[in-house]
C-alpha cells in the first residue's frame, strides 16, 4: 500500500504540520489530487497525491507536527477503510502481555510504522507518536496517565498539551511514578493564573509566525541596524501613474505605487550594486541578480514575495506579477519559491496612512527600504508656495554592509528615478 509521507517543501523544512486536510478515510484519490495541506516554516503548501486508490487512513492528525519521511496517510483498494482496525488497537494493545505477537498479525502493518510503542511498567504497551512521546520525556510525563485521542487510540501532541494544561506548570522533579498521584489535581492554579483577565484568550502562532518571531529577534539581536530618510517628491509620478493606469483599459493590469518604487529600487541596486549585497563570515556576497521582496499582509502574518530580476522587467510586468502574488500571499498559496532568493525588501504602509516608520531587516540582506505615506504639502517653488505630493521613505540598513554615505547616495539614485519618473519605463 503506499505510503503518503511528510514531504520536503523547503530546504530549511525538517518537519511540517498538519494545517486540514481535504480528503476522509474513504474516499477515493487520483493522482494529482490535493489531499491537505501543510504548513511549513515559510507557507501552507498543498498536499499531492501521487498514487490513485482509496485514502484508507489518516495518521496525523490536523494540528499535528510531522517530521519530515514520517507516514501521515495510507492510500490502498479501500479494504482497510473500516474503523475495524482502529477499534482493534487498543484491544492489541492491552493483551499484547499475554499475545506478543497479536500487533505483528494486524492487518495493515504499514500503518503501524510510523507509530511508537513505550513499554509500560503493567506489560501493556502505549502508542505515541515521535514529536508527542519527545514532549512525555521533556516534561516527565507517564503517557498512561495521558488520554489518548489519535488515530487507533494513539498518543499525540494535543492529548501531551491538554495533559501539562490540566497538570499546570511542570517540575523537573517530578518523575513518571509520582505522576499517578493526586498532586496533579492540585496544581490548576498555575495553568490560569488568577491575576489574569478572564476576557482574555491565548492564540498559538502558527509555523510561520513562530518564523517571523525567531528572524526579526535575530534580526535586531544580531545586526547593527542604522536608519537613513529621506523626502521624495511624488507629484510627477502620481501623475506618470494615472496616464499610464487610463491608458491601460478596464481588463489591463493597473500599476501601483508600490510597483514604481520597486522598478526605481531595483535601477538603484543596479547603480548601487553594494547595496545588493550581504555578509557572510570575513567575506560580502555580491548578488548578479536583483530581486526585490515586498512585504505583504497575509492571514498567516508578513510574507514576504519576491520580484525577480525587477532592474530588467518592465513596471507592467512587475505591477503583474506582484498582484498574482499578493493574491497568492492573501490565499495561503505562496510556494517556497515565491519566497526565497530576495536581495532587497521594500515595505510599503503608504496605503495605510502610516506618516513615517522604519522596518527590521530581512536576513540576510543588507538593507529594507520602508516607504510611508504621500501627503499633500506646500512647499516653495520659485519664491512662491505650491502643494506638492510629499513621501517620506526611510532605509534600515546594516552598518557591517553600508556606510552611511553610501545609502545617502543610493537614496539619492531612488529620489531621482521617482522624481523623473519617465526614466522608470526605459
Known amino acids: 500500500m503506499p505510503e503518503i509521507t511528510m514531504p520536503r517543501l523547503s530546504d530549511t523544512m525538517q518537519e511540517g504540520t498538519i494545517a486540514r486536510w481535504l480528503k476522509k478515510p474513504g474516499d477515493t484519490v487520483n493522482k494529482g489530487d490535493i489531499l491537505g495541506e501543510i504548513e511549513t516554516d515559510k507557507a501552507t503548501m ?74 509500560a511498567g503493567d ?30 487510540g494513539r498518543v499525540v501532541r494535543d492529548d501531551i ?5 490540566q497538570r499546570g506548570a511542570p517540575s523537573a522533579a517530578h518523575a513518571p511514578a509520582p505522576m499517578s498521584a493526586t498532586p496533579p489535581q492540585a496544581a490548576p492554579a498555575p495553568a490560569a493564573p488568577p491575576s489574569a483577565p478572564p476576557d482574555t484568550e491565548l492564540v498559538k502562532l ?48 493597473k500599476v501601483t505605487v508600490n510597483d514604481l518604487i520597486v522598478k526605481a529600487a531595483a535601477l538603484a541596486l543596479e547603480k548601487y550594486p553594494e547595496v545588493n549585497s550581504s555578509l557572510k563570515d570575513d567575506h560580502f556576497i555580491r548578488y548578479k541578480h536583483i530581486h526585490v521582496g515586498m512585504a505583504v499582509d497575509a492571514p498567516t502574518g508578513l510574507v ?8 530588467t522587467k518592465g513596471v507592467r510586468s512587475i ?61 516653495p517653488v ?10 517620506t521613505m526611510t532605509m534600515s540598513t546594516d552598518h557591517r554592509i553600508l556606510s552611511g554615505a553610501a545609502v545617502a547616495r543610493f537614496l539619492q539614485e531612488v529620489k531621482r528615478l521617482l522624481q523623473n519618473p519617465y526614466t522608470l519605463l526605459g
Do not use: C, W
Request: proline share 6%; charged share 20%; no cysteine.
Open 46 to 119: 498543498d498536499l499531492e497525491a501521487y498514487d490513485a486508490g482509496v485514502l484508507e487512513q489518516i495518521l496525523a492528525q490536523e494540528g499535528e507536527t510531522v517530521p519530515i519521511g514520517q507516514t501521515i496517510a495510507i492510500i490502498g483498494t479501500g479494504a482497510g477503510t473500516t474503523t475495524a482496525p482502529k477499534q482493534e488497537q487498543p484491544a492489541q494493545a492491552a493483551a499484547q502481555a499475554s499475545a506478543p505477537t497479536a500487533q505483528a498479525a494486524s492487518p495493515a502493518p504499514a500503518a503501524n510504522a510510523p507509530r511508537e510503542s513505550v513499554a
Open 123 to 152: 506489560g501493556a504497551a502505549v502508542t505515541a507518536s515521535p514529536l508527542a512521546r519527545r514532549m512525555a520525556e521533556e516534561h516527565s510525563i507517564d503517557l498512561r496517565q495521558v488520554q489518548a485521542t489519535g488515530p487507533g
Open 161 to 165: 498539551e491538554d495533559f501539562l494544561e
Open 206 to 253: 502558527s509555523r510561520v509566525q513562530m518564523l517571523i518571531a525567531r528572524r526579526l529577534t535575530e534580526s535586531k539581536q544580531t545586526i547593527p541596524h542604522f536608519y537613513v530618510s529621506s523626502e521624495v517628491d511624488m507629484t510627477d509620478v502620481l501623475a506618470m501613474r494615472q496616464t499610464l493606469n487610463a491608458t491601460a483599459g478596464e481588463e489591463g493590469v
Open 304 to 311: 514576504v514575495p519576491v520580484i525577480r530580476d525587477a532592474n
Open 319 to 379: 505591477a503583474r506579477e506582484s498582484k498574482a502574488l499578493i493574491a497568492k500571499a492573501r490565499n495561503n498559496k505562496l510556494t517556497p519559491a515565491d519566497l526565497e532568493g530576495g536581495t532587497f525588501s521594500v515595505s510599503n504602509l503608504g496605503m495605510m496612512d502610516a506618516s513615517n516608520f522604519i522596518a527590521v531587516i530581512n536576513p540576510p540582506q543588507a538593507a529594507i527600504l520602508a516607504v510611508a505615506a504621500t501627503r499633500k504639502q506646500f512647499v
Open 382 to 391: 520659485d519664491g512662491q508656495p505650491v502643494i506638492r505630493d510629499l513621501m
